[in-house]
């Protein structure tokens, strides 16, 4: 993918030659996906799936302080008929499974509230750093409807069921903290440690063997939807698959030499 094509709604930012950092950047609005940025992270993430090229490792950030994303953009939504509601929200529908689907590891740094899409759009991401003062709820059952990006399936994933049915049924919003609790969080920080973290993370998962990650990653997704002899069947495979691969011997290569490993993906 060409990753200098202009976004109305992202900015894209390369950190050296493997991380990319996605932008949610509509801050005047808190991040709010509308229809345009839905089609915008469609094609991102259509594209990195399709030529993964260069890049490792995703980070995905909201512009600002205090907003990673407020969720679907109400103003805009507002007077839809039923038609372009549904016309719109199949585009969001598209956006979470190809997130979902995107081979390479994709971490969110949630740098302030993120709420509805917002924490659907987290949550649809490997794991999450988050800044210590973000909120998060899940608030559409007072809206008249219910989470449309993920948000029922992956929440009770992340926290347990009973927890998050609790905060499904009430849309209550609840703190960093908790989140980091619940296990839905994997690091709290604040300010510029945030993204000073996130990017360490990055470029250590950028600095592996890339057909590794992206076997670990989708053995981990779909071993867990298995029968647990079956996922340990369908990870043999996909071990044996990396054996042949010239990165296998240049990691092995490069333990006996004492140097870095220079890996291309191949």
């Known amino acids: 993918m060409n990753l200098d094509t202009a976004?109305?709604?992202?900015a894209l930012q390369s950190h050296g030659d493997h991380v990319l950092q996605v932008t949610l950047n509509r801050p005047q609005f808190g991040n709010a996906i509308n229809t345009r940025m839905g089609q915008e992270l469609l094609a991102l993430w259509q594209g990195l799936t399709e030529d993964p090229g260069a890049v490792r490792c995703v980070l995905l950030t909201g512009a600002g302080e205090k907003i990673f994303c407020a969720g679907g953009d109400l103003k805009e939504r507002h007077g839809m008929t039923r038609e372009q509601w549904t016309r719109q929200h199949e585009i969001f529908?598209?956006?979470?499974?190809?997130?979902?689907?995107?081979?390479?590891?994709?971490?969110?740094?949630?740098?302030?509230?993120?709420?509805?899409?917002?924490?659907?759009?987290?949550l649809a991401c490997d794991f999450i750093h988050a800044s210590a003062s973000a909120r998060f709820a899940l608030p559409e059952v007072a809206l008249g409807i219910i989470p449309g990006m993920g948000g029922t399936q992956n929440l009770p994933r992340a926290i347990g069921d009973r927890r998050a049915k609790?905060?499904?049924?009430?849309?209550?919003?609840?703190?960093?903290?908790?989140?980091?609790?619940?296990?839905?969080?994997?690091?709290?920080?604040e300010g510029p440690a945030l993204m000073e973290g996130a990017l360490e993370t990055a470029r250590r998962i950028a600095g592996n063997a890339p057909l590794s990650t992206r076997q670990i990653k989708k053995v981990v997704r779909y071993g867990r939807q298995m029968e647990q002899l079956t996922a340990y069947r369908f990870e043999v495979e996909a071990y044996n698959h990396l054996v042949d691969t010239e990165d296998r011997l240049e990691g092995v290569a490069a333990f006996n030499e004492k140097r870095p490993p220079v890996?291309?993906?191949?």
Not at 7 to 10: M, P
Not at 95 to 122: F, K, M, Q, R, S
Not at 179 to 185: E, F, I, K, S, T
Request: aromatic share 8%; hydrophobic share 50%.
């Open 263 to 266: 890996f291309h993906g191949r």
């Open 166 to 189: 609790e905060l499904l049924l009430t849309g209550q919003p609840f703190s960093a903290q908790e989140a980091l609790q619940w296990g839905l969080l994997n690091r709290l920080a």
């Open 7 to 10: 976004f109305d709604t992202l």
């Open 93 to 122: 529908e598209r956006v979470a499974v190809a997130l979902t689907d995107l081979p390479l590891p994709v971490i969110a740094a949630v740098n302030g509230h993120a709420y509805g899409g917002g924490l659907e759009l987290a």
